[in-house]
């Protein structure tokens, strides 16, 4: 199936941008703004955008929330904890308006997208001032300027599958930056309600992913971390296909000294691809890989269409193309209908593929997806206990797999001080793992050489070395 995306026409970029003007002359309007974000990078990155836009409007950031004239929470719904999460914070704000009457409330992101979370809001969270979906987001100004002149909740979800260009941005780091190449999932594994909350897939045209890595570049951005569900799909259903693989080859050749992504669907990781990290000298050699389950019966009803054999492989040549990559990877324990036999298939891949990192979830069934009304759902105690055990296994064995950098010279984007030593600073090596080194706030920002000298709890220690010419 190809899709083409509706670009929002400049002529709608000009309406909001109409918008964010009367906002900023409206006299009653919020002088201050908080943004809080849950979720994934994708999140971080549209509360970028909102808050380039609440800036446009003339709104100030206030560091806390409770002293904030409009608080924004961008919320997640992957799991029922980062629902309840965001849920129970927004409640409590509405005690915050008892001492702050003007006080304005708002909630986006993947929550709000959710079936039949509209109507809720109005029924239940009347006390939220404004309320849009992740499709929604360019509307955001229009929105905020009707919920200004309304007393009643604004709330708008769109389906539309919709891609915004030349939103203002007000970038969280000036050294590092997102750079959104794809939106949406249609992979459809059977426990997951991306699909369902951020849409069709979608890719943006390549001219305009390069003209916004060359302007970041220009700025002197060090590292640029690109975006999407699943980046190997990246192409499909545009009028000119680009691989993944040919837009990493154009953006490698542009300079940029740190390159890397997230995130790569096994099914979709092409030969192709693996020859381009190997051959591109600012593609990070590091990779996060989700196997979500090392057992066959799982991965097939998780819909993940890859087998246990066929994930290895993928590592495997992975580590004959890029010697010492970094891997890291995601896993669920408690699928329904999981044995314990099954979970030991997920043991003992962890075993054999020895990650350097690995996001660990317990599953939690999400309304409107397949596996949700499977029999058998695994007990909690089941799996807290399952996710136990893989946890301890997969600290062992980073121990194990942090030795090999042990002696190894590295470069460090510095991304602040460290937490235990003023005369410290830490950041991420090229590989993806924390390293820790002395350093001061001079070098935040900065890619620094250093050697590792030693691990310590379960980061990297180094030393600094002189810079070759
Ligand atoms: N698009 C990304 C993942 C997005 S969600 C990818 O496919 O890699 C991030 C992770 O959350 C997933 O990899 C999965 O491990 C976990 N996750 C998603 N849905 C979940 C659920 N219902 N219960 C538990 N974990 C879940
Ligand atoms: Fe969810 Fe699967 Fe899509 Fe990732 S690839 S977002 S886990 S449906
Ligand atoms: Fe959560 Fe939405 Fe990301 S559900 S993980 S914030 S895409």
Not at 152 to 181: F, H, K, N
Not at 275 to 301: W, Y
Not at 318 to 337: C, K, Y
């Amino acid at each position: 199936m190809t899709r083409t995306a509706v670009h929002v026409a400049e002529e709608e970029a000009r309406r909001q941008e109409e918008f964010i003007r009367e906002i900023r002359e409206l006299p009653q309007r919020p002088q201050t703004y908080h943004v809080v974000t849950y979720g994934c990078q994708m999140n971080a990155h549209d509360s970028e955008k909102i808050a380039g836009m609440l800036e446009e409007m003339g709104l100030r950031e206030a560091p806390q929330r409770e002293e904030a004239d409009f608080v924004l929470f961008n919320t997640c719904c992957v799991r029922e904890n980062a629902e309840r999460r965001a849920l129970g914070n927004v409640t409590w704000l509405k005690e915050v308006r008892k001492t702050h009457p003007n006080l304005m409330i708002a909630v986006c992101g993947c929550m709000i997208q959710e079936p039949g979370m509209a109507e809720k809001v109005l029924k239940q969270y009347k006390f939220i001032d404004l309320a849009f979906g992740t499709a929604n987001l360019h509307q955001f100004p229009e929105l905020m300027y009707t919920a200004l002149n309304s007393d009643r909740s604004v709330v708008q979800v769109a389906q539309d599958d919709v891609i915004a260009e030349g939103l203002p941005m007000r970038r969280l780091r000036q050294d590092a930056a997102y750079l959104t190449i794809m939106y949406g999932c249609d992979n459809f594994c059977s426990f997951c309600i991306v699909p369902y909350v951020r849409g069709r897939e979608r890719s943006r045209q390549p001219e305009d992913i390069l003209q916004e890595a060359e302007a970041l570049r220009d700025s002197g951005v060090k590292e640029i971390m690109l975006l999407g569900q699943n980046v190997n799909s990246y192409g499909k259903g545009l009028e000119h296909p680009m691989s993944f693989a040919e837009l990493l080859k154009r953006l490698d050749e542009m300079g940029i000294p740190r390159i890397r992504f997230m995130t790569s669907h096994p099914k979709d990781l092409s030969d192709e691809l693996i020859e381009t990290m190997a051959g591109s000298p600012h593609i990070l050699p590091q990779f996060h890989l989700p196997v979500q389950s090392g057992n066959d019966e799982i991965l097939k009803r998780m819909n993940r269409h890859y087998t246990r054999e066929q994930y290895l492989d993928r590592v495997r040549k992975l580590r004959q193309a890029v010697p010492g990559i970094g891997l890291s990877t995601d896993i669920i324990v408690g699928f329904p209908g999981e044995t314990e036999a099954q979970f030991e298939d997920t043991m003992s891949l962890v075993r054999e593929v020895k990650y350097d990192g690995a996001f660990t979830f317990i599953y939690s069934p999400r309304v409107g997806t397949r596996a949700a009304s499977m029999a058998d759902q695994v007990p909690e105690e089941v799996s807290s206990r399952r996710i136990q055990q893989l946890i301890a296994l997969q600290d062992e064995i980073q121990k194990e797999t942090l030795q090999r950098f042990v002696g190894q010279e590295e470069q460090v984007l510095v991304e602040g001080l460290s937490r235990r030593s003023q005369e410290a600073v830490s950041g991420k090596g090229r590989h993806a793992v924390s390293i820790t080194l002395p350093g001061s706030m001079a070098d935040i920002g900065q890619i620094v050489p250093c050697r590792i000298i030693g691990i310590k709890n379960n980061t990297l220690v180094a030393e600094r070395i002189e810079r070759n010419g």
